[in-house]
């Protein structure tokens, strides 16, 4: 073996270097598995659209549902016209209600007020509700 | 009932796993049967049946004397009678009825053929190809010239089996690929379900006994093939993978280990 | 690097750690002619780490229920990302560890290193390789297959044998008449939360044990010493040794690696050896299986319930060898410690061996 001809120490030090480069190895290969393990799989179908049927959303009532992972809420204001928001309020992500009688949407968390359209009317929240695009199909409604 | 027994019975036989299991309860159920305790102590035509049937598919897979004769297994004194619902021997004719209970399908496919048209006047049903009580596992086995020219040239029978033959092979090949997976962890209950229920409407193509539609088809069940065995070789390609990458996690540590133990070696030569 | 060391300045004033550390590194002096059989503790420390961590990662998608454990671990093995992987390590190295647990204890006994002043160390020992097996016994009903299901029936039915509690006892150990729903609830508690924490305090005791008598010098050539306790508490010195670290770990770290090595192997290329066929099937309580067998670690306790007549005497012979392998420092008086010496004890430890070893193989061929 050519290391027994060096001496102890300097063998050491490129033993632990290999040593360190071998482990390293071992540890990226074993962090992967975990990585993917905690990696969420459901991305909550991105970029996919979803349907609801129109009978679901009566008009002046408010339908709350699944939208790509998170909660969001279908509109009809008027009759045939349709609104789609995020349901998650932009102070602090509780999920805002709607509340029928003044046709606006209040978070229960710390007052933040919304318009049926996601614009603030008071409150904490420093942003609008996100919208989706709607459109009709049928008796289906198309959003995304 | 009927149709999970049919369809859970093949799926354990093709694992041939459960083969103990299974036989076990139909022992069981055959235990409790009335018909078979009389019929299994007679000898002659009357007793005949039993071992018969002991042999058979349906046996195998739970199905029982009352399954298709009627009666009441557990009633030795009622258990023949038309009242609890007792058949007895179909007629000629009744036959295929008889067996279409079950085999809906396969029954429309040969009412449907010449085979079928031709019954009434003497045409071949059910049991004259697949026997009665020994009834085997349907294969291309049953398409042979000793059996077909009893009644026809054999001609365009064996133009059948060819044609179907290599799709049949493929089935039984892809479906011996499925143990070996099941056995290091795989959930094949999937594929099984999908190679079961394709070799089903597979075999009824059998019935149709018309050449031009079982050539036409059999194109259409090696595109299905294809498809299936793709995704079972992505399993197989996934789990050669998983060796590489244990092998080299394998020797890197011996590696790892080997230098650990070359570093002790320089302490010790301080020592 | 300055950060760092200004950070354990900062903790040093306070806490004193440089001082602990060299105390317990590079001042712990062991014996020089130590050998790699004094690793097999640190080994197992590792795969019980690696227990804990493989476990964790199972109880995130394990439902505890029977209608749908099996299901839950098929997907473990099929959906969740790398769940077979940490399943496989989970199996196979509960294996290993008894593998490992045997291994150890069987070099301590034939070091005699059990003896005075170490009877605490032997005691913690074997409490940790009975909780070890009995980690492996409630684990195995969890995936509630065929196999845990009339392995766990089995096993609790031998406590049956037990006179006049009996009856009552095994319906204790299963909370029901037959294993069921509360058995899985119960095991399942235990196997991640009892016994865990049981090991977690049992081991801490033990090194506890072991770092305070020191470690004992292998007895063999010209310096070995007797088994002796003198009137006062003495920490077993080693002035001529060598340091613990890094001498010793290096060659504890190469055990380390072969060990792990073995169970990275295994798990990848033959994992199936310690999944019978039994354990791809979802228990089924009106059905047994046909020659259902224990694990490996348990034949011979298997078949020592056969070969008695009655289950009763077979139970009490597996009670008593464990009572003695117990309390064998307390039976075990001796001073010397060199097998050479020892030719009564190296003779029942060589046959006692021989005999498990072929009660267990008859065992797995009845």
């Given amino acids: ?144 | 009932m009927m149709t999970v027994n049919l369809r859970g019975g093949p799926v354990a036989l093709m694992l041939g796993l459960c083969l103990f299991a299974f036989g076990g309860q139909a022992v069981a159920a055959e235990d409790d049967s009335v018909c078979l305790q009389c019929h299994g102590a007679q000898s002659g035509r009357l007793g005949d049946p039993v071992p018969a049937w002991e042999s058979s598919v349906h046996a195998g897979n739970g199905v029982s004397c009352h399954d298709c004769h009627g009666g009441d297994p557990t009633d030795m004194a009622m258990a023949m009678s038309p009242e609890r619902g007792f058949l007895g021997v179909p007629e000629y004719e009744e036959v295929p009825d008889f067996c279409g209970r079950c085999h809906v399908g396969v029954k429309d496919d040969y009412l449907a053929s010449q085979h079928g048209k031709a019954l009434a006047s003497g045409g071949p049903q059910c049991v004259v190809c697949h026997d009665n009580h020994a009834v085997q596992r349907a294969s291309l086995d049953l398409i042979n010239e000793q059996d077909c020219s009893r009644c026809h040239d054999y001609g365009r029978a064996a133009e059948i089996r060819a044609s179907m033959e290599t799709t049949d092979d493929r089935i039984s090949l892809l479906e011996n690929e499925l143990p070996p997976l099941h056995r290091v962890g795989i959930d094949v209950k999937g594929f099984e379900g999908e190679i079961f229920s394709l070799r089903n409407e597979f075999h009824r193509l059998f019935h149709t006994v018309d050449v031009e539609q079982v050539k036409r088809e059999t194109d259409r069940f090696g595109t299905q093939l294809d498809e299936i065995s793709g995704r079972v070789e992505g399993v197989k390609t996934d789990l050669a993978e998983r060796k590489i990458w244990g092998g080299v996690a394998t020797v890197l540590l011996i590696v790892a280990g080997i230098l650990s133990w070359l570093l002790r070696r320089t302490y010790h030569d301080q020592e | 690097m300055k950060p760092l060391k200004m950070v354990i300045d900062w903790v040093d004033v306070r806490l004193g750690v440089r001082e602990l550390w060299t105390a317990n590194t590079t001042g712990y002096l062991v014996p020089g002619n130590i050998n790699p059989w004094y690793s097999l503790g640190t080994v197992l420390l590792v795969l019980f780490g690696l227990q804990f961590l493989t476990g964790i990662l199972l109880l995130m998608h394990y439902i505890p229920d029977t209608e749908k454990a099996f299901a839950s671990v098929e997907r473990i093995m099929n959906e969740v990302p790398f769940g077979w992987l940490f399943r496989y390590l989970h199996v196979v190295g509960s294996n290993l560890i008894v593998v490992v647990l045997l291994l150890h204890m069987l070099s301590v006994l034939f070091m005699g290193s059990y003896k005075r002043p170490r009877e605490l160390t032997w005691l913690s020992g074997f409490g940790l390789f009975n909780l070890g097996l009995f980690l492996c016994l409630t684990g195995y009903l969890l995936p509630w297959s065929q196999l845990s299901f009339w392995a766990t029936t089995v096993a609790t039915d031998a406590a049956g044998a037990v006179p006049v509690i009996g009856s009552k006892l095994v319906e204790v150990l299963r909370g029901s008449p037959s294993v069921g729903s509360e058995t899985l609830g119960r095991f399942f508690a235990l196997h991640v939360v009892v016994m865990p924490l049981a090991l977690l305090g049992l081991i801490g005791f033990h090194l506890f044990c072991v770092r305070r008598n020191g470690i004992s010098r292998p007895p063999f050539g010209e310096k070995a010493r007797p088994a002796r306790v003198g009137e006062q508490f003495e920490h077993e010195h080693h002035d001529d040794g060598i340091p613990f670290f890094p001498n010793y770990t290096s060659e504890e770290a190469a055990m380390v690696c072969y060990f792990i090595a073995l169970l990275v192997f295994i798990s990848f290329f033959a994992p199936q050896i310690f999944l019978p066929l039994d354990a791809l099937e979802p228990a089924d309580p009106f059905n047994t299986p046909e020659h259902i067998k224990p694990e490996w670690y348990f034949l011979w306790a298997y078949q020592t319930l056969k070969i008695f007549p009655s289950k009763f005497l077979g139970l009490a012979v597996q009670g008593g060898l464990m009572t003695f392998l117990a309390l064998l420092p307390f039976i075990d008086r001796g001073e010397e410690r060199r097998p050479a010496k020892r030719p009564l004890f190296v003779t029942c430890y060589v046959l006692g061996l021989l005999l498990i070893l072929a009660i267990s193989i008859w065992g797995h061929y009845s």
């Fill in chain 1, 1 to 144: 073996m050519p290391e027994k001809t060096l001496p102890p120490d300097q063998r050491r030090r490129y033993l632990l270097a290999m040593l360190g480069a071998v482990g390293g190895a071992l540890a990226a290969m074993g962090a992967w598995p975990l990585v993917r393990f905690f990696m969420p799989r459901d991305t909550g179908g991105a970029g996919s659209a979803i349907e609801i049927p129109r009978k679901d959303v009566p008009p002046g009532s408010a339908h709350f549902f699944d939208y790509r992972g998170r909660p969001a809420v279908l509109l009809q204001p008027r009759s045939g016209e349709f609104l789609a928001l995020t349901a998650v309020c932009t102070h602090l992500g509780c999920i805002v209600k709607w509340q029928d009688d003044v046709g606006e949407f209040l978070c229960p968390c710390h007052g933040g007020r919304f318009s049926l359209d996601g614009a603030v009317l008071g409150g904490p929240p420093p942003a609008p509700l996100e919208t989706f695009p709607v459109t009709l199909k049928g008796d289906q409604i198309v959003i995304g």
